[in-house]
């Protein structure tokens, strides 16, 4: 399976370092694009696959075209990719916002899967939901379901729209989880930890929290019910989050979340 990687940044170094490492392709099928010679020379010092600077010289022998550029770059992109891509290669999406429809017009290919992955992606723990055209077959799905698991879980949705629910969910999702990593640790320091140990506090109290519900069937509530006693300090806590709608406000942030990714996809 000859794999071509159009963009050389974080994503596209994970997926290249990620393909590699689980054995799905080799360095010698795998392609690399980026659009200037020092990019060019850049991602060859990687060493994990050949690069290429012209669309025309890669583009026609690969099986799966992967667009891990960004998305305000999608235009140029489309412009360059012109006329290159062929019915019977299947185009990969990882650009946030940019719609199947749009993928379908600009490049005039049927196999178009668009994909939103997740930050965490870097060390194989990222959470990836993707969708695809009718056009892409059972076993080409399954070929790039397995790419996108080399980075961590995946989930196929049936409609686009799942896409930008997912973009609010997962795909900002980390940037939540830090957001309220780091009022705890303003919240320990307050309390007269250093900052080392208020970082140390949080972040593992994090980890285990994650580790513990993963490994054990119990639901979120459940495990607040065997942290809370009553009248004890966790309850306290948990009234207070209450009255400050804190749970509100984290679904009113990803529904925000969810109307741009929307707006972002009409343009």
Known sequence: ???LIIGGGN???TYARSFVRAHITSRLDLRLLARSPERVAALAAHEIGTVWGQPQDCVPGADIIILAVKPQDSGALFETLR???????VVLSIMAGVRIATLREALGTPKIIRAMPNLPAQIGMGMTAFTSTDEVSRAELVQVQNLLSTTGKTVYVEQESAIDASTAISGSGPAYVYYCMEAL????????FAPAEAELLVSQT???AVELYSQAGLSCQEWIARVASKGGT???AMQAFGSGAVREGLMAGAEAARARAEELGKR
Not at 83 to 89: R, S
Not at 185 to 192: D, F, K, S
């Open 206 to 208: 994090f980890r285990g």
């Open 1 to 3: 399976m000859k794999i």
């Open 11 to 13: 994503m596209g170094l």
């Open 83 to 89: 006329g290159l891509v062929q019915p019977q290669q």
């Open 185 to 192: 640790m303003a919240a320990a320091a307050q309390m007269g």
């Open 234 to 236: 966790t309850e306290a």
